[in-house]
Nanobody
C-alpha cells in the first residue's frame, strides 16, 4: 500500500542544519509532485515546500526561502528537505505529503534549541 516514511529529524542548535528524508512506496513516485508541510505547537499546518514530479520546479514558503531546499531522487523514491540556518521558530513536526494522492507520512520532529 501507499506509504511515506520520514526520517532525519532531531535536536539542533539555532543556526544549525538538518536534512529530512522521505521514502515513498506503493505508487509510481516519479508521476507525482511532493510537498513538505510542518506543524508547530499550537499552530496550523504550514506548507513549507513543493517539488514537481520531475524535480524541475520547486517552491518554498517565504518563511524558509533561502534557508531550506526541497529536492528529490526519483531513482530512489526519495524526497528531501535540506534545512540550514535553523531558527527556534522552525520547531515543528515535519510531514512528507503526496498532495494528489492525499497521502501523509507520520512526521518527524525537528527541535531547535540551545
Amino acid at each position: 500500500q501507499l506509504q511515506l516514511v520520514e526520517s532525519g529529524g532531531g535536536l539542533v542548535q539555532p543556526g544549525g542544519s538538518l536534512r529530512l528524508s522521505c521514502v515513498a512506496s506503493g505508487f509510481t513516485f516519479n508521476n507525482y509532485a511532493m510537498r513538505w508541510y510542518r506543524q508547530a505547537p499550537g499552530k496550523e499546518r504550514e506548507l513549507v515546500a513543493h517539488i514537481s514530479s520531475n524535480g524541475g520546479d520547486t517552491d518554498h514558503a517565504d518563511s524558509v526561502k533561502g534557508r531550506f531546499t526541497i529536492s528529490r531522487d526519483n531513482g530512489r523514491n526519495m524526497v528531501y528537505l535540506q534545512m540550514n540556518r535553523l531558527k527556534s521558530e522552525d520547531l515543528a513536526v515535519y510531514y512528507c505529503v503526496c498532495p494528489t494522492l492525499k497521502s501523509w507520512g507520520r512526521g518527524t520532529q525537528v527541535t531547535v534549541s540551545s
